[in-house]
């Protein structure tokens, strides 16, 4: 009869654990939008769906593409307006209706905006970056987004569940995978 030492069974030990680290819950997958320009790393297959909503007045068909990991839901929105300027005045309705949505406080923004001049002519764009916290049924929220528009084309790329649930690192990976082409 053969006997197995103790080195054998940590061994085997520290194999399993390492094999159980390798089937994450966060399986980031490249996407890419069939309706809009953009890209973005997803945290696990992707829904997407569309609808028409209202933003302050404007009727507007919007793709909202969205995956969740342990409550926690990463989402890209995007549709196109009319003319340039109320795809950004979008961004601020937007802001507003996800941020009611869980009665939220806005602890941090930061805002740019840029015209560029490419091949095409000029480019112009605003983004907007938020972070909030707020409750939803009695329950801590956190809301992460970016409110963007280029030109006609406007984006909400949000990250959103229960506050001190969802890891710094992994919303910083989806926040910053998100790239217009």
Not at 79 to 108: F, G, H, S, V
Not at 146 to 158: G, L, N, P, S
Not at 167 to 179: A, D, G, I, T, W
């Amino acid at each position: 009869m053969r006997t197995i030492s103790i080195r054998t069974i940590l061994t085997c030990t520290l194999a399993a654990i390492a094999l159980a680290a390798c089937s994450p819950k966060y399986n980031w997958r490249d996407y890419t939008s069939p309706d809009a320009p953009y890209s973005v790393l997803f945290p696990e297959k992707p829904i997407s769906h569309k609808r028409t909503i209202d933003l302050d007045g404007m009727q507007v068909e919007m793709t909202m593409t969205a995956a969740q990991v342990d409550g926690i839901t990463f989402a890209v929105g995007s549709a196109q307006a009319p003319d340039a300027a109320k795809a950004e005045a979008a961004l601020a309705a937007m802001q507003t209706a996800l941020l009611r949505n869980i009665d939220a406080k806005i602890t941090k923004q930061s805002t740019r905006a840029q015209e560029k001049t490419g091949p095409s002519g000029p480019t112009r764009s605003s983004r907007v970056d938020v972070e909030a916290t707020g409750a939803q049924k009695g329950v801590p929220m956190r809301l992460v987004g970016r409110f963007e528009a280029r030109d006609k084309r406007f984006y909400q790329v949000i990250v959103m569940g229960k506050d001190k649930v969802a890891p710094r690192e992994q919303v910083e990976m989806f926040m910053s995978s998100f790239k217009l082409q």
